[in-house]
């Protein structure tokens, strides 16, 4: 690891991304009628909360739908604000926060690609595969703090994981004059 001599647009702008998005997922539920998303507990990739997300004023509405389809919503496992559920669940929040973090990260640092940066990888897949299965074939039901651990784990190391990628694309000679 070492520090940036020159910013690189494009984590800056992914960093952007993912920071204003987690942003709104916050304030989705603040900005909502106070106790008006009570129960989101649904399916992944089904849009089983249509007539509830479809009374929401834009963007909230917009935010919400996006949760509907990429996660569960189990309200158990989701955190509350304002009386509301907010649009993801408490480990899916976690990761997309640990996106921009890990993003964040990278705009002032770079990380080689080694076999360091391999393991570690690999290394933080096994927190949130342990608790993941373990859940899935009913050993435990996991809390929203170790949920939130493993989602923010799991997300840092792929922002991280981002930005060297972007880094190891543009030493490529066919991109070098069109990423500077």
Not at 140 to 161: K, M, P
Request: hydrophobic share 50%; proline share 3%; net charge positive.
């Amino acid at each position: 690891m070492e520090r940036r001599a020159k910013y690189s647009k494009i984590i800056i702008i992914l960093f952007l991304i993912f920071f204003i998005w987690v942003l709104l997922q916050f304030l989705a539920p603040i900005f909502l009628p106070e106790n008006s998303v009570e129960d989101l507990s649904g399916l992944v990739v089904l849009s089983d909360n249509e007539n509830t997300i479809n009374n929401m004023s834009f963007p909230w509405n917009s935010i919400y739908s996006a949760g509907d389809r990429l996660c569960h919503q189990k309200a158990e496992r989701s955190f509350f604000v304002n009386g509301n559920q907010m649009p993801f669940c408490s480990r899916c929040i976690s990761i997309w926060l640990g996106l921009a973090l890990g993003l964040g990260f990278m705009v002032f640092y770079r990380v080689k690609l080694n076999e360091r940066f391999v393991v570690a990888i690999l290394l933080g897949l096994v927190p949130i595969g342990i608790d993941g299965i373990g859940q899935l074939l009913g050993f435990w039901e996991s809390t929203n703090v170790i949920r939130v651990i493993t989602g923010l784990l799991i997300g840092v190391l792929c922002g991280i994981a981002i930005g060297v990628i972007i880094d190891e694309i543009k030493t490529f000679h066919f991109f070098k004059n069109y990423t500077k």
